[in-house]
């Protein structure tokens, strides 16, 4: 159990488990602007329902597991924490189903989606808007399990295998047109209200993720990313995110928004000191949330 917060001082926690280069990064950068900042490891750390009041306080949750980071999220929370991202933002952007209907909602571009639940109505969605088509897990990141279908065998094969492998997002079936993209997708990060920075992800594999070895380049904020990102963040709660946009024929689409955003190698290209402003777009909500002194 964290100790007791002193009811008189603000505090800042960053929640991780493994360490990797971003977490480093912001350390580093909360070092730089003379802050204090507390670190929690989650897998040795417990709440307890209602045993501690956190008002004035914030957490940074920087863990990797979908799960644990919304479960971490709703914790805290319930204690009266300010938590960056909130536990709606990290539900709706670590569920792609969630997402694509967030986005739907608030009338933001996107590839054409279809959540289904048969064979029958995922053959329907792609006679209608033509072969291929991509069948993504609703959850997961990094183009795990992402499959390109380009004819009704292998869209047999990959909902077989799906049916068996058990687990209930297993069952839902959400798919997407394939957009055929110029080799390379755009990353815009999102702080809030403003769109700090631009990367293209390039490669020539169709899944243009940095982990499968694409190639990240700066690229300016055009007033069309920096709109549809702002779009796309509103749609889903807004807070610390990565928006993925698509180059189509149609214009910009979002394919993902991201909550638990990776930069380590977005810095350099884009000239941006992007954990530096992570550290400052925290430290001011830090303040707005600093209980007040009598």
């Not at 571009?109 to 006679?127: H, K, N, W």
């Not at 390109?148 to 069952?171: F, S, T």
């Not at 055929?180 to 755009?186: M, N, S, V």
């Not at 430290?283 to 009598?294: C, E, I, M, W």
């Amino acid at each position: 159990m964290s100790p007791a917060p002193n009811p008189g001082a603000p505090r800042l926690t960053v929640v991780h488990d493994r360490l990797r280069p971003e977490e480093h990064l912001l350390f580093e950068a909360f070092d730089a602007r003379g802050v204090h900042v507390e670190r929690l490891y989650a897998p040795a750390w417990q709440w307890q329902a209602g045993a501690v009041r956190r008002d004035g306080e914030t957490y940074l949750l920087r863990t990797l597991s979908h799960a644990r980071t919304l479960a971490i999220a709703r914790a805290l929370e319930s204690d009266g924490a300010t938590v960056v991202n909130a536990s709606h933002v990290i539900d709706t952007c670590g569920d792609k189903a969630a997402t694509s209907a967030a986005l739907a909602r608030h009338g933001v571009p996107q590839p054409e989606t279809a959540i289904v639940f048969s064979r029958d109505e995922a053959l329907a969605f792609a006679e209608r808007v033509g072969w291929p088509i991509v069948l993504k897990p609703t959850l997961g990141s990094w183009g795990r399990m992402v499959s390109r279908l380009h004819d009704v065998d292998a869209l047999d094969a990959v909902l077989e295998h799906k049916m068996h492998l058990g687990g209930p997002h297993h069952q839902v079936f959400y798919l997407q047109e394939h957009v055929d993209k110029p080799q390379r997708d755009l990353r815009a990060f999102v702080l809030g209200e403003t769109v700090i920075a631009a990367i293209a992800r390039e490669g020539s594999d169709w899944r243009t993720n940095t982990a499968r070895g694409a190639t990240v380049r700066g690229t300016p904020v055009t007033p069309d990313i920096e709109r549809i990102a702002l779009a796309a963040a509103h749609a889903v709660g807004g807070g610390i995110l990565a928006v993925d946009l698509l180059e189509s024929d149609r214009g910009l689409l979002v394919g993902e928004v991201n909550h638990g955003l990776e930069f380590r190698n977005s810095s350099e290209p884009t000239g941006v000191d992007i954990p530096g402003a992570i550290a400052d777009h925290v430290l001011a909500l830090t303040d707005r949330h600093a209980p007040a002194v009598s």
